[in-house]
């Protein structure tokens, strides 16, 4: 693995996670109660034995700066690094990044500056857990220029994702963008070839793109010679099948793309199943994040049911059901939390800034006395008074408050908002 750089794409504006991203890029955004989505790509590049990572942002790049530079730190007489290469702009592209091929394209001359002949490409904003130096070892076995990573997937879900076709030997021949009727039954093929059980294949008959690729370093730096291929699903790709020997690698493994509101959400909640699909507790293949010293959580005569607890958080006397509450939570005595997402603080309130919060009739950070919350996120340091009512009882689907936001039926408290006493969403 000394001779793979992975690059790993911090995504665009995010708008699909807003508000979530309103202050910060995707790769931010806190998951499980302790983690950032970043930690995901770059820990399984870590437990590969990849030590070589790039990471382009282009968009709120203040937070993921933060957190990458205080997370990850090799030994300085190792090679390894996890950089990340914002946006900009120079003599001889004025532009910002306008896909994700144009945002490798724009930084080559710092892969180029790399010991590597391979790139491996990845998504900042997917959940799962892959050795990668599986992925490229089969890249070389077969001689591949590209090689793709797949999931197959059935034919209720196939239309969401960019389709591959291959043939007998495991090479890509085709690629189709969300397709739909007839267009998708042509994309079918016999799963069978990757390895997948006859049952299996016959339940999940379409190969889909997970967005993640190993290229040759002269191969990817040719093909990104066109002006015009500008993103890799859509013309990198494409392009590469009928030019170059392109590979399809099966990942039977739990992946999520959560690119959404609802997909984050539920990602997240199924974090508290008894047997999660992604899971944790795996002292094999951990998920690193940044070290905190916090003290151990403190629950004082509550109840807690199916939820994750982080550490650092004083709970007083509540009911908590399928929630994951984030670091440094403080939850008040009453309230009732039913399948929510707290993301916590980013420090605790002194004992007089608390008396100033009281003199100024605001609330402190956490959740007030007598409050009842149900499918709801909660972002960092917000401010939730007494006896609030969170439950989206009409079922929106998509609503905008003074301090409040649903997207998929999911109310959303942002970062830093405040919510009145009584307030009823």
């Given at each position: 693995?000394?001779?793979?750089?992975?690059?790993?794409?911090?995504?665009?504006?995010?708008?699909?996670?807003?508000?979530?991203?309103?202050?910060?890029?995707?790769?931010?955004?806190?998951?499980?109660?302790?983690?950032?989505?970043?930690?995901?790509?770059?820990?399984?590049?870590?437990?590969?034995?990849?030590?070589?990572?790039?990471?382009?942002?282009?968009?709120?790049?203040?937070?993921?700066?933060?957190?990458?530079?205080?997370?990850?730190?090799?030994?300085?007489?190792?090679?390894?690094?996890?950089?990340?290469?914002?946006?900009?702009?120079?003599?001889?592209?004025?532009?910002?990044?306008?896909?994700?091929?144009?945002?490798?394209?724009?930084?080559?001359?710092?892969?180029?500056?790399?010991?590597?002949?391979?790139?491996?490409?990845?998504?900042?904003?997917?959940?799962?857990?892959?050795?990668?130096?599986?992925?490229?070892?089969?890249?070389?076995?077969?001689?591949?220029?590209?090689?793709?990573?797949?999931?197959a997937v059935p034919a209720v879900e196939a239309s969401e994702f960019g389709l591959l076709k291959i043939d007998e030997t495991g090479q890509i021949v085709e690629f189709s963008e969300k397709p739909k009727g007839e267009a998708l039954e042509a994309m079918r093929v016999n799963t069978e070839?990757?390895?997948?059980?006859?049952?299996?294949?016959?339940?999940?008959?379409?190969?889909?793109?997970?967005?993640?690729?190993?290229?040759?370093?002269?191969?990817?730096?040719?093909?990104?010679?066109?002006?015009?291929?500008?993103?890799?699903?859509?013309?990198?790709?494409?392009?590469?099948?009928?030019?170059?020997?392109?590979?399809?690698?099966?990942?039977?493994?739990?992946?999520?793309?959560?690119?959404?509101?609802?997909?984050?959400?539920?990602?997240?909640?199924?974090?508290?199943?008894?047997?999660?699909?992604?899971?944790?507790?795996?002292?094999?293949?951990?998920?690193?994040?940044?070290?905190?010293?916090?003290?151990?959580?403190?629950?004082?005569?509550?109840?807690?049911?199916?939820?994750?607890?982080?550490?650092?958080?004083?709970?007083?006397?509540?009911?908590?059901?399928?929630?994951?509450?984030?670091?440094?939570?403080?939850?008040?005595?009453?309230?009732?939390?039913?399948?929510?997402?707290?993301?916590?603080?980013?420090?605790?309130?002194?004992?007089?800034?608390?008396?100033?919060?009281?003199?100024?009739?605001?609330?402190?950070?956490?959740?007030?006395?007598?409050?009842?919350?149900?499918?709801?996120?909660?972002?960092?340091?917000?401010?939730?008074?007494?006896?609030?009512?969170?439950?989206?009882?009409?079922?929106?689907?998509?609503?905008?408050?003074?301090?409040?936001?649903?997207?998929?039926?999911?109310?959303?408290?942002?970062?830093?908002?405040?919510?009145?006493?009584?307030?009823?969403?």
């Amino acid at each position: 693995m000394d001779n793979v750089l992975a690059v790993i794409l911090g995504g665009g504006q995010g708008t699909r996670l807003y508000p979530l991203t309103f202050e910060r890029s995707k790769p931010a955004v806190p998951l499980g109660g302790k983690y950032r989505l970043i930690d995901i790509p770059v820990s399984n590049c870590i437990n590969s034995g990849i030590h070589k990572i790039y990471i382009l942002s282009q968009f709120n790049s203040a937070s993921l700066n933060r957190h990458i530079a205080r997370t990850y730190r090799f030994s300085q007489f190792s090679s390894g690094f996890v950089d990340i290469l914002a946006a900009e702009q120079t003599p001889d592209n004025p532009n910002w990044f306008q896909g994700t091929a144009d945002a490798v394209r724009q930084n080559f001359r710092h892969i180029k500056d790399v010991t590597a002949d391979t790139i491996l490409i990845l998504s900042g904003d997917h959940l799962y857990k892959m050795d990668y130096s599986k992925f490229i070892d089969y890249h070389y076995e077969t001689g591949s220029d590209v090689t793709v990573s797949v999931t197959a997937v059935p034919a209720v879900e196939a239309s969401e994702f960019g389709l591959l076709k291959i043939d007998e030997t495991g090479q890509i021949v085709e690629f189709s963008e969300k397709p739909k009727g007839e267009a998708l039954e042509a994309m079918r093929v016999n799963t069978e070839t990757l390895g997948l059980k006859p049952e299996e294949a016959a339940a999940r008959p379409f190969l889909a793109s997970m967005g993640i690729y190993v290229f040759k370093q002269e191969v990817l730096e040719e093909l990104l010679s066109g002006p015009n291929r500008i993103d890799f699903g859509r013309e990198v790709i494409p392009h590469s099948i009928h030019n170059f020997k392109v590979s399809a690698y099966l990942f039977n493994g739990y992946w999520e793309d959560i690119g959404t509101i609802g997909a984050f959400f539920r990602a997240n909640i199924e974090l508290t199943d008894v047997l999660p699909r992604f899971n944790f507790f795996d002292s094999k293949r951990q998920i690193y994040t940044r070290p905190r010293f916090l003290p151990g959580t403190k629950i004082r005569n509550a109840e807690v049911h199916d939820s994750i607890i982080s550490e650092g958080c004083i709970i007083n006397e509540s009911i908590i059901r399928r929630s994951v509450i984030g670091i440094r939570s403080r939850i008040e005595t009453g309230s009732k939390l039913d399948h929510v997402l707290m993301m916590g603080a980013d420090d605790y309130e002194t004992l007089d800034q608390m008396k100033k919060n009281r003199d100024a009739n605001q609330p402190n950070i956490g959740i007030g006395k007598h409050c009842e919350i149900r499918r709801a996120i909660i972002d960092k340091d917000a401010r939730i008074g007494n006896n609030v009512k969170l439950l989206n009882e009409a079922g929106l689907q998509s609503a905008e408050g003074d301090f409040y936001v649903i997207r998929d039926g999911i109310i959303i408290i942002p970062k830093g908002a405040t919510v009145p006493d009584g307030s009823v969403v």
